[in-house]
């Protein structure tokens, strides 16, 4: 093949490649306003993060906190429309990843893991692993993740075997794993699909413990049959921030994210937000968010 041709192959690649990766690169900006809509993904079952009222319409925290992104989008895209999708923790990732969503929100660990395949705002929230029990769960589960010493007169004899609930597709598994260590008495890890079928299983007897985000289990154990015969753990097994997932490889997005997560933060708004969805919690979580916040 003569010289002059052999450059024009190289270079027709070349430019093809190029546009190749500009395509696959796309922004997220552009392509929303290409098609007038933001696309939404929530998790269900993640109250107060994110989960479906009565009427199929989302709601939560995180939920909220998308709106508010989805706000500053619509000043820059008019007519803007929002189409919010129901996803799975499991397949959840794969949507941001593979363009079916450009927001996933709800109890969404910050870790090192998730971000080789998508990219995260700044943290939305923190917090830490701990298990929600039944007041008669085995005392060495008690002193685990209670710190609690049982009396004499309540002491009982550690089961042969115990279980401990853990949502499946978690990052909190291997956690537990790691906390129970060697010298804990023989347990079981069952998974469950929701928080709910977890709480319902330990109600019912069929395990002796469900771990997973404090934050979570507040609103768990609010929903039980019986509150008062659960109790929370205080000792946090993990530092949880939690972030809304996004593409990657696109600063102008993520930076729109971040400037209007911290203008929310900022305002007075941002106390009543916490205070609905998290009660007298509300100005401590303040306080730890604004110190893992970005500042203008």
Not at 267 to 275: C, E, G, I, Y
Request: hydrophobic share 40%; with cysteine; net charge neutral.
């Amino acid at each position: 093949m003569p010289a002059n041709c052999m450059r024009r192959w190289i270079l027709a690649g070349v430019a093809l490649g190029i546009s190749a990766y500009a395509a696959a690169a796309a922004q997220t900006l552009d392509l929303v306003a290409q098609k007038g809509t933001i696309r939404i993904g929530y998790i269900n079952d993640e109250a107060p993060f994110s989960s479906k009222k009565k009427d199929g319409s989302p709601t939560g925290y995180a939920v909220d906190l998308c709106g508010k992104i989805a706000d500053a989008v619509g000043r820059k895209v008019t007519n803007l429309k929002r189409d919010y999708v129901e996803t799975t923790l499991a397949d959840g990732f794969n949507a941001v990843k593979d363009g079916r969503v450009d927001l996933l929100c709800g109890a969404l660990t910050i870790n090192l893991a998730r971000r080789q395949s998508v990219d995260f705002s700044q943290p939305i929230f923190l917090t830490g692993a701990s298990a929600l029990l039944r007041k008669d769960s085995p005392d060495y589960l008690m002193m685990l993740f209670l710190d609690k010493r049982p009396t004499l007169a309540s002491s009982k004899q550690a089961p042969a075997t115990s279980t401990i609930g853990v949502r499946s597709d978690t990052t909190t598994g291997a956690t537990l794993r790691e906390a129970l260590g060697s010298d804990v008495p023989k347990t079981r890890i069952a998974d469950f699909a929701t928080h709910q079928d977890g709480l319902a299983a330990l109600e019912g007897h069929k395990i002796d413990a469900y771990f997973a985000d404090r934050a979570l289990l507040f609103d768990l154990a609010s929903r039980a049959r019986n509150p008062s015969a659960l109790a929370i753990g205080n000792r946090l097994f993990t530092h949880e921030p939690y972030g809304i997932a996004l593409k990657q490889d696109d600063s102008a997005f993520r930076l729109l994210v971040d400037q209007t997560l911290t203008d929310v933060y900022q305002s007075d708004d941002f106390p009543k937000l916490l205070t609905t969805y998290f009660g007298d919690e509300g100005p401590i979580l303040r306080r730890e968010i604004m110190m893992q916040s970005i500042p203008q």
